[in-house]
């Protein structure tokens, strides 16, 4: 959800300084990206946590061995 606020929101300044565009304009097309791309980079993160934690417990369990 951190990426999507980056990106979303760096884009959305970046889209404010060259050319102002109203604030409902904003709305209409930030709020549908940060959702879209925070549900899109939900399975990707929880598998990288997944993984994250196998290997951490994988060498928990080698350390016990030796």
């Known amino acids: 959800m951190q990426i999507a606020g980056f990106l979303v929101g760096f884009s959305a300044l970046a889209v404010e300084i060259a ?19 925070a549900v899109a980079l939900m399975r990707p993160g929880k598998g ?3 993984a994250l934690q196998m290997l ?7 350390h016990r061995e030796t």
């Open 19 to 37: 050319w102002s565009p109203p604030i409902w304009l904003h709305l209409i097309i930030w709020l549908p990206l940060v959702a879209v791309l």
């Open 48 to 50: 990288l946590m997944t």
């Open 56 to 62: 951490r417990q994988r060498g928990a369990d080698s």
